[in-house]
């Protein structure tokens, strides 16, 4: 059973509809989760002299270590000297059990170089990822001693680990032989302006680049950098009983997708990194970036007026610079250094060897007892004259929730949803679509997930129950406040069916109405058992549906279809007590096949049905029968091939109780599929004025 009690507020521009499901993650690959709690604070000093050569001598001594400015007790004490060169030990591989972090003494690995190479295969493209292990390979053969345990990692559609901690130089370079350049999952850039479709239409309107609005893109990439960004804070977290000072070489070509969409998760990760002593060096693939306008004989020319405008040459170095915002946030957060134009990749490798040739690992015990959940900064002194020491900058503190009364709980939340610090003890991902309701005005179903496993239940016999808190605010350009959600759910389970959520997925939604215009959102989910809280920042673009043209909704990606409308025995209590039924809104993502359950990030197998539902606007009247008369189909895309075509679809009805929009629900086989990323286009035409629409959207196939 399900209860709810829901508060309204009289700025509030939002209407709610709660469905909570156990819903299986079929679409993504299983993450393991580490968790090592320690209440001992470790940071590793790099020391050099005036001439930048490295200290080698000092002793426990001279160090001070402060802690927002306090001074603290050193309880922990080593000195980890690598010499370039250096050889010796048998070959010891370390490996780690995926539910447990690696066990291994701080005596086994003294003195060692821990480097982990994480290869982004999604964001690469193959003579990017060709290039990248080449230059690993050329470190592990040519430079590379016993004093180096390495692990080789992969992200493509989740986390893959191909070779844990090892000095044997064989092992390593076996792992990156089987890295291939058809691997990667991103095909040659190009600039895409404007949708091409597959066959170009006749009588298909041409747009100005301007008035191209295509939200599904920046959605996808949303949660696909988060998927990223979780793939980095979980492999920090599995070497955090490793004392020693690891250094992580990320890969990539960029993050698409900066600024406050993934604010949270960047911090979170950082924060992971420096709870376990490691640093990050991100390297964008793509080195030193010759951008020709309009284009090369690699990317196709953009269409409309922005080649001549300027504005095509603009949004190419704006893309460039925020692709790269993310690695530098990532680095300069974690001590490390970002590469952005490196032609060579071996320099990267020789910064990683200079760094930990000689360093000094401190550890104390916080003077600050307080679970505030607050960043402490760190700062180490020593005694020694002219030499200057390097460390991370601080890390942040633990939070207790059991000891918080009814009201510091009511204001906590509200401080977080108010705040710009992330919280990601409770992971989420949340995707936001938009549908016309009138002229003015936009319905924007906001979908929710979480993992069921991060939930706490409290056992009552044959019964266990959960509690959860929702809270989620637009604001627009202005920082005004255009609407507020907020909800708390009890969740009643037979403990069967816990059993089963643990490896499932919690589904909550909500709706708003927006203006067109831009806004920020801040989505707030707190345990209200453990107290653990997860945050969700993301920007929502919602565009001018008029009806004056033929247009389309957000297009929606789903696997499954369930009964629709809220559950029976939902129970919604207003703030004076009295239970009653939400407002009678409608909610986008009721069909009359039943509810959709959007695919968050579009991750699908591909032994699943791909459901896709849209709604068209603008559509003529057929003069003979006065309803709609759109066709409609599918094309899924793999390197700018046609791969898979649904059957031709046809609309001839409005929708219930609308005369002004009509609902599209196809759907695609994906059985057979060859795993990686694709892209979906939808075409609608009607037939009535001979125009039509197109709509692309990214997806994975695994």
């Given at each position: 059973m399900l209860s709810h009690s829901r508060q309204?507020?009289?700025?509030?521009?939002?209407?709610?509809?709660?469905?909570?499901?156990?819903?299986?993650?079929?679409?993504?690959?299983?993450?393991?989760?580490?968790?090592?709690?320690?209440?001992?604070?470790?940071?590793?000093?790099?020391?050099?002299?005036?001439?930048?050569?490295?200290?080698?001598?000092?002793?426990?001594?001279?160090?001070?270590?402060?802690?927002?400015?306090?001074?603290?007790?050193?309880?922990?004490?080593?000195?980890?000297?690598i010499l370039s060169g250096s050889s010796g030990g048998a070959v010891r591989t370390l490996t780690y059990d995926p539910a447990a972090p690696p066990s291994a003494s701080r005596t086994d690995l003294k003195d060692t170089r821990l480097i982990v190479l994480f290869f982004d295969l999604a964001s690469l493209t193959g003579e990017e990822l060709l290039r990248s292990v080449e230059a690993a390979e050329e470190f592990v053969t040519a430079r590379s001693s016993?004093?180096?345990?390495?692990?080789?990692?992969?992200?493509?559609?989740?986390?893959?680990?191909?070779?844990?901690?090892?000095?044997?130089?064989?092992?390593?370079?076996?792992?990156?032989g089987e890295i291939k350049p058809t691997d990667a999952g991103k095909p040659p850039a190009e600039i895409v302006e404007t949708p091409e479709p597959v066959e170009d239409a006749e009588n298909a309107e041409p747009e100005p680049v301007e008035d191209v609005y295509i939200p599904d893109e920046v959605q996808f990439d949303t949660f696909n950098t988060d998927r990223r960004l979780a793939a980095l804070a979980t492999l920090a977290r599995s070497?955090?009983?490793?004392?020693?000072?690891?250094?992580?070489?990320?890969?990539?070509?960029?993050?698409?997708?900066?600024?406050?969409?993934?604010?949270?998760?960047?911090?979170?990760?950082?924060?992971?990194?420096?709870?376990?002593?490691?640093?990050?060096?991100?390297?964008d693939t793509r080195g030193l970036s010759n951008i020709v306008p309009g284009g090369d004989s690699a990317r196709g020319s953009p269409r409309g007026i922005a080649l001549f405008s300027g504005g095509?040459?603009?949004?190419?170095?704006?893309?460039?610079?925020?692709?790269?915002?993310?690695?530098?946030?990532?680095?300069?957060?974690?001590?490390?250094?970002?590469?952005?134009?490196?032609?060579?990749?071996?320099?990267?490798?020789?910064?990683?060897?200079?760094?930990?040739?000689?360093?000094?690992?401190?550890?104390?015990?916080?003077?600050n007892r307080k679970e505030d959940g607050r960043f402490r900064k760190i700062e180490v002194r020593t005694r020694r004259a002219g030499i200057r020491l390097e460390h991370r900058p601080g890390y942040l503190a633990a939070r207790s929730f059991s000891r918080l009364s009814s009201k510091e709980r009511e204001r906590q939340i509200e401080e977080v949803l108010g705040t710009d610090r992330p919280f990601f003890d409770l992971p989420l991902m949340v995707q936001a679509s938009y549908f016309r309701k009138d002229a003015s005005t936009c319905l924007v179903p906001l979908s929710v997930r979480l993992a069921g496993s991060e939930l706490q239940f409290d056992e009552r016999e044959e019964r266990r129950d959960a509690e959860f808190e929702f809270l989620a605010r637009v604001t627009d350009k202005k920082g005004r406040i255009a609407g507020i959600a907020r909800d708390t759910v009890d969740v009643r389970l037979p403990r069967q069916s816990v059993e089963k959520l643990q490896h499932g997925q919690i589904f909550y939604s909500t709706t708003f109405e927006l203006r067109?215009?831009?806004?920020?959102?801040?989505?707030?989910?707190?345990?209200n058992l453990s107290g653990k809280l997860g945050t969700f920042e993301q920007t929502i673009s919602v565009p001018v549906l008029d009806g004056k043209r033929l247009q389309t909704s957000s297009v929606i990606l789903a696997s499954r279809l369930v009964g629709g409308g809220v559950p029976a025995r939902v129970r919604h209590r207003e703030s004076g007590g009295n239970a009653q039924a939400p407002p009678a809104r409608p909610d986008p993502l009721d069909t009359e096949q039943g509810r959709l359950i959007p695919s968050i990030?579009?991750?699908?197998?591909?032994?699943?049905?791909?459901?896709?539902?849209?709604?068209?606007?603008?559509?003529?009247?057929?003069?003979?029968?006065?309803?709609?008369?759109?066709?409609?189909?599918?094309?899924?895309?793999?390197?700018?091939?046609?791969?898979?075509?649904?059957?031709?679809?046809?609309?001839?009805?409005?929708?219930?109780?609308?005369?002004?929009?009509?609902?599209?629900?196809?759907?695609?086989?994906?059985?057979?599929?060859?795993?990686?990323?694709?892209?979906?286009?939808?075409?609608?035409?009607?037939?009535?004025?001979?125009?039509?629409?197109?709509?692309?959207?990214?997806?994975?196939?695994?």
């Open positions: 309204r507020r009289p700025q509030t521009a939002s209407c709610l509809a709660v469905l909570l499901l156990l819903v299986g993650d079929a679409g993504a690959q299983q993450v393991p989760t580490f968790r090592v709690e320690s209440n001992l604070v470790v940071v590793d000093v790099t020391a050099r002299d005036a001439a930048g050569r490295l200290a080698p001598n000092l002793r426990s001594e001279d160090f001070r270590v402060y802690e927002d400015g306090v001074p603290q007790r050193i309880v922990t004490f080593s000195r980890e000297s016993r004093k180096d345990l390495l692990a080789i990692a992969t992200y493509s559609s989740g986390l893959s680990v191909a070779q844990h901690l090892t000095n044997d130089p064989r092992l390593v370079l076996r792992a990156l070497y955090r009983d490793l004392p020693q000072r690891k250094s992580l070489i990320y890969f990539s070509a960029g993050m698409g997708t900066t600024g406050t969409e993934n604010l949270a998760l960047v911090r979170a990760t950082v924060a992971a990194a420096n709870r376990s002593n490691l640093t990050l060096y991100t390297v095509a040459v603009l949004r190419q170095d704006a893309q460039l610079l925020s692709s790269q915002e993310t690695l530098v946030s990532l680095a300069h957060g974690t001590g490390g250094e970002s590469f952005l134009d490196a032609v060579e990749l071996g320099a990267i490798f020789d910064r990683v060897v200079a760094d930990t040739q000689t360093y000094y690992v401190l550890g104390y015990v916080s003077r067109p215009g831009d806004y920020a959102l801040r989505v707030v989910v707190r345990d990030g579009n991750v699908f197998l591909n032994r699943q049905t791909l459901y896709v539902y849209f709604q068209v606007y603008g559509a003529a009247e057929d003069p003979s029968s006065g309803d709609p008369s759109l066709e409609t189909n599918l094309v899924l895309i793999r390197n700018r091939a046609s791969v898979l075509e649904s059957e031709a679809g046809v609309v001839r009805r409005w929708a219930s109780g609308r005369r002004d929009l009509a609902t599209v629900v196809l759907s695609l086989p994906l059985r057979g599929l060859r795993r990686g990323s694709y892209t979906l286009q939808t075409h609608a035409r009607d037939t009535v004025t001979d125009t039509n629409v197109f709509s692309r959207v990214p997806l994975v196939i695994n």
